[in-house]
């Protein structure tokens, strides 16, 4: 989930987040949970090369056509579909994974509320700059459709 926020995150800083305007949307958020449901039920280990390769080229990586998008998109399957990550790896900076077996569904929502940091362009990966850019473009199309 929270890989599919950061590609659909990056999108609002237009081309300093995605070269190419991207239709990403929760079906392939869907689809690559219920993936990752079946081959954790079919399996003892986690297939982190087979995820990897079937959400970052077939079902995120389907719709990317830049290749820099590509690189893009792939470098965060590495960080986040990592047995690393697992061990309170940082998610993005200042926001570890939560401890999933000291705490129940109840407890992993309230910590993702009380510890996930502002979005900020950092947390996509971006310079802070770019968020200078996004405002920019909706304060001119607020004064356009005023």
Known sequence: CFYHAIVQGRRRFGQQGWCKRYSFNQGDLMVCASILRDNLNRTDHVPWDDL????????????????????????????????????????CKGFKVPDCEKLD??????????????????????????????????????????
Do not use: S, V
């Open 105 to 146: 569904y109840a407890g992993i929502a309230t910590y993702i509320e009380e510890k996930l940091p502002p979005e900020t362009p950092p947390i996509f990966g971006l310079h802070p700059n770019a968020e200078i850019g996004y405002l920019t473009t909706t304060c001119n199309d607020l004064f356009l459709t005023i």
């Open 52 to 91: 990897r390769y079937i959400f970052g080229e077939i079902m995120y990586g389907g719709h990317i056509t830049d290749p820099w998008d590509r690189r893009t998109n792939n470098n965060y399957l590495n960080i986040y579909l990592d047995p690393k990550i697992l061990d309170q790896g940082e998610l």
